[in-house]
């Protein structure tokens, strides 16, 4: 009987282990492909056959697209204001 109720503790004990095991290898997996670094060959100002290779994760490519995007958006309301400006009399 006691030895029963050792094998039987023995296995729970493994089988929520390898439960954890298996949720931490699935944490660690997610936060991989999060952390995993993307490669982008970019063309070198001033050069026609130089490449400069840049490696950023998912989450700072998309930083990085968000920050180009608001430059772009400040640069063009700037124009705009200054044609809009240019033809008034002052």
Known sequence: MRLSLVLAAGIMALTGTAAVAQGDEQASQEVAQKER???KSE???GSRARV???CLTREQWGD???ETKDNIDQYS???TS???GAGQAQ
């Open 64 to 66: 990085l697209a968000a």
């Open 43 to 45: 063309k070198v100002t």
């Open 37 to 39: 670094l993307i490669c």
């Open 52 to 54: 400069k290779r840049v």
């Open 82 to 84: 200054t044609r809009e």
């Open 77 to 79: 309301r700037r124009m």
